[in-house]
């Protein structure tokens, strides 16, 4: 059942909040926590909102448990204890919550809300195996789950109907999925194109473009000054939420110490200069959401001037997860452009070698590019771009590889590769 199912069909989703008084710390975030709640539309019931003077807190407890449309779990250790030891105001909570699991009543019911410690230490054994939400950062990607969760809007995108490409795409190779085109171009609204020309053209700017490249554009398709409210929060934005790519590079590249604050953007530059490797990158992130980054293609000697089809996976996934995490900050509206050119690379080829030698290569002969330039890109909501980023990051990629010519893919293994590096 579903919490849709519990509402009684009324509009206002009542819930209680299970809890113990760990520390006065403790209680101020539960107070605070259920102020937010009741702010998005959710009758948090609360001991110390609710419980008036003169009343039993037993009674309350019981009254509100079984009342309430779902029960918030505030998980921690020191109420997992009293919770299992049936001590105190948790404790009796927790005799009456695993009354109703064992009868059932209170099936989907009951969700935890993990505050402090891990789930092993702080989840109470009677709810063991029932998912929840960790609010132990403050997440706003989970605190907003846990909302949609209570209103009960599904997280599962609709089912679509069979794309009229499908009959005419490139097949994967190991599952029959299919390529989608790109979507039809928009105009670039003026104003981005504006901002893209106060760009400066720095000595790493020309160092890049003097060899082969990518130049990566992500923004809004409607132009707004102040996506981001400050510059400032651009610059936060860039420092809490770089993409870490597993035992390769962070996506964007920068040092902190290097980082360059203009009136509508803030900039980074970054380059290693080593016997094995080699890379450049330039990018700039303005206020009005517009991210646009010029990236060397990565110079290894074993290589030549060949390009890995890994380096092609790992900066398409960093970049789209990048612009996942400006979708979650409610970025792009009504949705996202992300484009990408791989320039200077008429001639070159793809490789992926597998074995220490380079002796064998999952890319088949004869994969170059005939093209100077190579381009794919993608229009995407917000939406679309935080369920969807992976899926939506190899397609890029498969587009990618097919323009140098190699149509048999091993996509399990690209696939595989993708989650080694980023995780599920």
Known sequence: MRSSDLHNKTDIVRVFISYSWDSEDHKKWVFEFAKQLRTNGIDAVLDRMHLGLGARSPEFMERSIRENNRVLVICTEKYKDRFDKRKGGAGYEGHIITGEIVSEVGKDKFIPVL??????????????????????????SELRKLIEDLHGISSIPPVGPRPAWLERGRLFESRGAAVSPSSSP????????????????TDLLRKIWSKPYWRIWIRPTEFKPARFQSVDQCRQFILADEVVVHGWFAYPSFSVETLQTAKESVSGENELAGRQLSRA????LF???????????????????????????????AAVEFASRMAGRRVFSPRARISFELRGIAGRSLTWPRDLLGDTDAVGRNCWSQEDVIKVERYASSD???TQKRGLALQLAVEIY????WTELPVQLLEIEQKKRFGD
């Open 186 to 201: 928009e105009p670039d609204p003026r104003e981005f194109l504006e901002q893209l020309k106060r760009l400066p053209e």
């Open 287 to 317: 206020q009005s959401g517009q991210f646009v980054q010029n990236r060397g293609v990565d110079e290894i000697p074993q290589l030549g001037d060949r390009i890995h089809v890994l380096e092609i996976l790992d900066v398409v996934t």
């Open 115 to 140: 505050r402090q410690g891990d789930w092993e230490d702080s989840l109470p054994t009677a709810l063991l195996g029932v998912t929840g939400v960790d609010l132990r950062t403050d997440s706003p």
């Open 384 to 386: 679309e771009l935080e």
């Open 402 to 405: 097919t323009k140098f010519g």
């Open 281 to 284: 990158e330039r990018w700039t």
